[in-house]
């Protein structure tokens, strides 16, 4: 969500605070900001909108200064405007922050009463109200860092900056993630390394509580008890954090394109040398003495987490509950002996996740997680942290981390089959061998990409879509609905095709276009017997299946996509291609922001 970050530098910080806010766009933003300290004076320059905006107030009304902090701000409380953007000063402080404090009303009004009136509608301005008040109260800029961090409840990641202190910043973490970056006479601090990556490949990542002192000289770290701490500086691949468009329009163009290649790096990371078995870390528990296993994850990953619950119901014969991380907090479900806890996200920073894991870690047998980003709060806190290895993905709608964490839930799936006696070696192998060809097969479904723009035109003049699948296809459907919602903003929803005559049907006329994923599998014959019933009624039916589908689908079909013929577990992964390919057009049809769809953040790091 908001990105923040600072830098205590030895040049103007400016064009470095831009860059690096421009490397965190991906996060999702509505208004952008900076404050530097110059000559001992604190000031700021805020603009609503797309970064431009305020880069063009810069260029207008420079803002001098070698040390400084930034922030895109993704609004939770108060509309986007430029009261309401970060950074937010009070007298001598500037803070910027990422999360919600919880407890801001109360403060608001403790405030109020000493006469400490608010000029914005945000919870942060408390943050900065509650520092100057103890600073004017005799306190040194630590110190009432210090004392304001103490008294905040909720998640956060907070930066102050102070007036007349050009050698000083103060950070903090709890719930939201921080990264410190040592430089040669400079330090950084950022949301992620990736707006830092141009700077520095020396990261210390904050952990739960932390909270750090900066100067030019280094950084001074303390835990939640205010005990010094002894972070490790780990180096960091800045080919991992590179940013660019690769020629594509979009991100997601380019991100959908990479996904042969990203599966690809995922297979050859987890098969054996031979490609016959599975390698998986030694941490992980023997699938033979699992109970039960409890996925948990948002959005995209929750359908990936749907996704594998066929696999390991049906391959591995394990039982598999799968919840929604917003609603598995608060459920408090009981965990039960032998049962193994895992999470999906792709930022490994997901609030709902990260809280999920934290209320099983203490309950469940072993905590397993599915990440993109090995460093991340989930991936640290993880018993077993496995990577997808999908390389940075900018864009907000999940494409390639989501190929990705399917490929990585199969592979485990099939090594807790093996584990448990359902697969033998031989058996293990075949589906193995069926795997790896799968990246050249994804590589054939994008060349489906012109056949894929025409159907998506026609569903770009829609007002509402259905998606309906079976067995596999269900969370592919439902991942293929969230998609054209996210980014061409046409309501759309996905049904198991048998839950057809128990209500939507009533939706079915001339006007609706359905979209049927529905490969030549076990389960065909049932699926075209629902599609039947939407055509009888009018409806237009897209049909997204392979050539024996399309052959026995009889006649009536508006459009197709035929994909290549795939072993049946291994269609959802491509059967995603098409999902985004058609979500992708339909938003260039419709002229919306594909990379950065309105009201959306890639990494939610708030409730």
Request: with cysteine; glycine share 8%; hydrophobic share 45%.
């Amino acid at each position: 969500m908001c990105g923040i970050v600072g830098v205590l530098g030895t040049h103007e910080v400016a064009p470095t605070l831009v860059e690096a806010l421009r490397r965190l766009e991906y996060r999702g933003y509505d208004s952008a900001g900076i404050a530097t300290v110059n000559a001992g004076v604190l000031d700021r320059r805020r603009a609503v909108g797309k970064l431009v905006n305020l880069s063009d107030l810069l260029v207008h009304d420079p803002l001098p200064g070698k040390s400084g902090i930034g922030h895109t701000r993704w609004a939770t409380h108060g509309a986007p405007s430029v009261a309401n953007a970060h950074p937010h000063r009070s007298g001598t402080v500037a803070v910027v922050h990422n999360g919600i404090i919880e407890n801001f009303r109360d403060l608001r009004a403790e405030l109020a009463g000493l006469g400490r009136q608010p000029e914005s509608e945000t919870d942060t301005e408390t943050v900065s109200l509650l520092a100057a008040y103890y600073m004017d109260q005799g306190d040194d800029p630590v110190t009432a860092a210090r004392r304001t961090i103490a008294r905040l409840e909720g998640a956060f990641a907070l930066v102050f900056l102070f007036d007349g202190q050009e050698d000083l910043m103060v950070a903090a973490r709890k719930g939201s993630p921080l990264a410190i970056g040592h430089g040669e006479g400079e330090m950084y601090v950022g949301s992620d390394a990736i707006a830092l990556a141009p700077m520095t490949n020396r990261i210390t990542y904050l952990e739960e509580g932390d909270w750090a002192v900066l100067t030019r000289a280094g950084v001074e770290i303390r835990d939640a008890q205010d005990a010094l701490a002894n972070r490790s500086v780990k180096t960091i691949r800045l080919d991992a954090t590179r940013i660019d468009k690769g020629g594509h329009k979009h991100f997601m163009a380019k991100e959908i394109a990479e996904q042969p290649h990203v599966i690809g790096e995922a297979l050859n990371h987890y098969l054996t040398a031979d490609g016959r078995d599975i390698a998986l870390p030694d941490s992980l528990p023997d699938f033979a003495t699992v109970n039960r296993l409890t996925m948990v994850a948002c959005g995209t990953a929750y359908f990936a987490c749907v996704t594998a619950k066929y696999w390991f119901e049906r391959i591995a014969r394990l039982p598999v509950e799968v919840d929604i991380a917003s609603e598995f907090r608060y459920r408090e479900p009981p965990v039960t002996d032998g049962t193994v806890a895992l999470f999906v996200s792709q930022s490994g920073e997901t609030a709902d996740t990260l809280a999920a894991l934290r209320y099983t870690a203490d309950k469940a047998a072993h905590v397993m997680s599915v990440t993109n980003v090995a460093e991340s709060s989930i991936a640290r806190e993880s018993g077993t942290a496995l990577p997808i290895l999908a390389g940075v993905e900018v864009g907000v709608a999940s494409t390639k981390a989501f190929t990705c964490q399917l490929t990585v839930l199969y592979l485990l799936a099939l090594k807790a089959a093996h584990q448990r006696g359902v697969l033998d070696d031989a058996a293990l192998a075949d589906r193995l061998s069926a795997l790896r060809s799968l990246p050249g097969i994804v590589n054939q479904a994008l060349g489906q990409d012109r056949s894929a723009r025409k159907v998506a035109r026609k569903l770009a003049e829609a007002d509402d879509v259905l998606f309906l699948g079976r067995g596999l296809m269900y969370p592919i459907a439902m991942e293929g609905a969230l998609k054209l919602k996210e980014l061409s903003y046409i309501h759309a929803e996905a049904y198991a095709s048998g839950e057809l005559k128990h209500g939507p049907i009533a939706l079915i006329d001339k006007k609706m276009p359905v979209v049927v994923m529905a490969p030549k599998d076990a389960l065909f014959d049932k699926t075209v017997s629902n599609m039947q019933e939407v055509m009888a009624r009018g409806g237009k039916v897209t049909l997204i299946t392979d050539e024996a589908g399309l052959a026995a689908a009889g006649d009536g079909v508006s459009q197709a996509l035929v994909m290549p013929t795939v072993a049946d577990d291994l269609a959802p992964i491509l059967y995603a291609i098409p999902a985004q390919q058609l979500a992708y057009h339909s938003a260039i049809a419709k002229g919306t922001d594909v990379d950065q769809p309105r009201n959306l953040a890639k990494s939610v790091t708030v409730e």
